[in-house]
């Protein structure tokens, strides 16, 4: 069973940097054809995808968020962290972290979430 548990500040003020790690176990993130993601969502909004980071290592944001956005991965301890720079209170959001699997052109979608975690931006 793959469990993802994200972990990081509550609250981070506008300006700064928010980080955020996601710690997975039961499961490589090396492992072909997974791919490990951010997404949000906003009080009373819907999900927003961030971005990913490939079994490969390779990265890919969305493009409303790529020039504030770096997702990097330890496989020695088999965690992907977030980084949002520049945040502002726009960006308070519940931060979720989920392993998605593609292979090709088809896209299985995201089978393991982690709880989440509310991360307020105070202005």
């Known amino acids: 069973q793959v469990q993802l548990q994200e972990s990081g500040p509550g609250l981070v003020k506008s300006s700064q940097t928010l980080s955020l790690t996601c710690t997975v176990s039961?499961?490589?993130?090396?492992?072909?054809?997974?791919?490990w993601s951010w997404i949000r969502q906003p009080p009373g909004k819907g999900l927003e995808w961030i971005g990913h980071?490939?079994?490969?290592?390779?990265?890919y944001y969305s493009p409303s968020l790529k020039s504030r956005t770096s997702i990097s991965r330890d496989t020695s301890k088999n965690q992907f962290t977030l980084q949002l720079s520049s945040v502002i209170p726009e960006d308070t959001a519940v931060y979720y972290c989920?392993?998605?699997?593609?292979?090709?052109?088809?896209?299985?979608?995201?089978?393991?979430w982690g709880k989440g975690t509310l991360v307020t931006v105070s202005s």
């Open positions: 980071i490939a079994y490969s290592g390779t990265t």
């Open positions: 989920a392993r998605e699997k593609i292979v090709g052109r088809y896209d299985y979608g995201m089978d393991y």
């Open positions: 039961g499961g490589s993130i090396t492992t072909n054809y997974y791919y």
